[in-house]
């Protein structure tokens, strides 16, 4: 970056906050553990992932990172999705995916327990990883789109983990307020629930008083801070084409000044 003569005034950063008690960001573990080259194939790894904090690769229930994460696979593959526009990195090798899981195994050893499980949710924090998957009794509830839910049926009428893959349309939205959250996983055609919580509400107590301009911004709804999640990102070789005319001295920078008015920023 001191190539380029970049800067970054990181008072005016947007930082997701944790969702849950005793979360922690994924990289300030990995930093106490891992340098260097290593640190950046970490790093790497977790914005595969498409995660930041502990709470996106843990169970519901807050005891276990999901072997999804451990594996390197998708959030789909756990039943859940990410509301953020991730840049686009390609494929890893392997031996960065080995790193990723020792980094795992010395973070929480090899049956992936966390030593300080996961508390209740704060109510206003803004959840960026978010689960598809509910459970209403023995009902597998899945949430396609904010107005759209299907639900699965119980491979037999005693089961209560295990259910098939066609799904059918679900309209009783009014007993949602009593579903729980779960995670699953998909083997053989069906579909298990291999955790779940009800979730449990808690008012944040840390919130730092406001001493400047910065702290204003820093106080306002994620929604408005959140930018990430607007950008169309290039393709990789455009991002090598940009950072070239960068080095080279080509690169303008355009605005036509204008303003989102859905979004309330220019």
């Known amino acids: 970056m ?12 947007w930082t997701p906050k944790a ?29 595969a992932l498409k995660v930041t904090y502990l709470s996106d690769i843990s169970a519901v229930d ?41 980094f795992l195994q010395q ?14 949710w704060y109510r206003e924090a803004e959840v960026l990883t978010c689960c598809r998957f509910f459970l209403l009794d023995r009902r597998l509830l899945m949430q396609k789109t904010e107005d759209e839910w299907v639900e699965f049926p119980s491979w037999t009428s005693r089961t209560r983990t295990r259910f098939r893959c066609d ?33 449990v ?3 944040s107590t840390n ?9 204003l911004y820093r106080d306002i709804s994620p929604d408005l801070q959140r930018i990430m999640g607007t950008v ?14 960068i080095r080279q001295g080509t690169a303008i920078g355009v605005s036509d000044g204008s303003v989102r008015t859905t979004e309330g920023r220019a």
């Open 107 to 120: 973070w929480c050893g090899s049956a992936l327990q966390i030593s300080h499980p996961l508390g209740r």
């Open 19 to 47: 969702v849950r008690e005793n979360d922690v960001c994924i990289m300030d573990i990995a930093s106490t553990m891992f340098s260097g080259k290593q640190l950046l194939q970490i790093n790497m790894c977790r914005i």
């Open 62 to 102: 807050g005891k276990r990172i999901l072997l999804t994460y451990y594996e390197g696979k998708p959030h789909k593959d756990a039943g859940r999705y990410t509301r953020l526009q991730w840049p686009p990195i390609g494929t890893l090798p392997k031996s960065w995916w080995s790193l990723w899981k020792q």
């Open 201 to 203: 509400f808690v008012d």
């Open 167 to 199: 799904a059918h349309a679900f309209d009783e939205l009014d007993l949602l307020e009593h579903v729980k959250v779960v995670d699953v996983t998909f083997r053989n055609t069906c579909i298990y629930v291999i955790a779940q919580a009800s979730p």
């Open 232 to 245: 169309q990102w290039p393709s990789p070789h455009e991002l090598v084409d940009i950072v070239d005319s």
């Open 2 to 13: 001191r190539d380029i003569q970049v800067r970054f005034h990181t008072e005016l950063f």
């Open 207 to 215: 919130s730092p008083r406001v001493r400047s301009f910065q702290d």
